[in-house]
């Protein structure tokens, strides 16, 4: 059974940094690119970043390039997204999910979430 | 980005009856070397992540029920339950992940009338 369970979120203060994980399990973690979206209160849903199954590709959104970094350890079946220069903005339940194949493919599966709040 | 536009923003229909959501992309999402149209459906319950129904616009991911179908080509498509049950309540998403930023529609929230 596939399961996906992230960790790392909480409040921060507006240009704080926080380290998001996923842990992956139930399959070929390193087969697989990974991605992460996320969703503030009450809104819809934003695409993030993603990072293929090797993780020497990796893309972001507009809204976090450059202050937001995916990266992935296959050795330990774990997914990551370090959140620096944190914005209100960024604000979410951020969610880890699996690519059912490629990144041009949908996702299959979902973590539960995660909340960050950005918040003096 | 593509731009992706969905309607209606609610919709109540009542038990047994036909629901349907539409889903409009400001560029084709139709691959042509492929002939696939790079479109998926998921189903958002309170509290739950998103769950995927359909991927390539009318493919049934396994376990789904066969109430759910999709269906459009290039840049119009559709989510149709046939039959509306309770347990369907929910916010229903179109994306497209054709070219990256993969992109999401603003959600319809589906109840029961």
């Known amino acids: 059974e596939v399961q996906l369970l992230e960790s790392g979120g909480g409040l921060v203060q507006p240009g704080g940094s926080l380290r998001l994980s996923c842990a992956a399990s139930?399959?070929?973690?390193?087969?697989?690119?990974m991605g992460w979206v996320r969703q503030a209160p009450g809104k819809g849903l934003e695409w993030v970043s993603r990072?293929?199954?090797?993780?020497?590709?990796?893309k972001y959104a507009d809204s976090v390039k450059g202050r937001f970094t995916i990266s992935r350890d296959n050795s330990q079946n774990t997914l990551y997204l370090q959140m620096n220069s944190l914005r209100a903005e960024d604000t979410a339940i951020y969610y880890c999910?699996?690519?059912?194949?490629?990144?041009?493919?949908?996702?299959?599966?979902w973590g539960q979430g995660t909340l960050v709040t950005v918040s003096s | 980005d593509i731009v992706m536009t969905q309607s209606p923003d609610s919709l109540a229909v009542s038990l047994g009856e036909r629901a349907t959501i539409n889903c409009k992309s400001s560029?084709?999402?139709?691959?042509?070397?492929?002939?696939?149209?790079?479109l998926a459906w998921y189903q958002q319950k309170p509290g739950q992540p998103p769950k995927l129904l359909i991927s390539?616009?009318?493919t049934r991911e396994s376990g789904v029920p066969d109430r759910f179908s999709g269906s459009g080509s290039g840049t119009d498509f559709t989510l149709t339950i046939s039959s509306l049950q309770a347990e369907d309540v929910a916010v229903y998403y179109c994306?497209?992940?054709?070219?990256?930023?993969?992109?999401f529609g603003q959600g319809t929230e589906l109840e029961i009338k």
């Open positions: 999910a699996k690519y059912s194949a490629g990144p041009d493919t949908p996702f299959d599966y």
């Open positions: 560029r084709s999402v139709l691959y042509s070397s492929n002939n696939k149209n790079y």
């Open positions: 990072i293929s199954g090797s993780g020497d590709t990796t």
């Open positions: 139930g399959f070929t973690f390193r087969s697989y690119a």
């Open positions: 390539w616009a009318s």
């Open positions: 994306q497209q992940y054709y070219i990256a930023p993969l992109t």
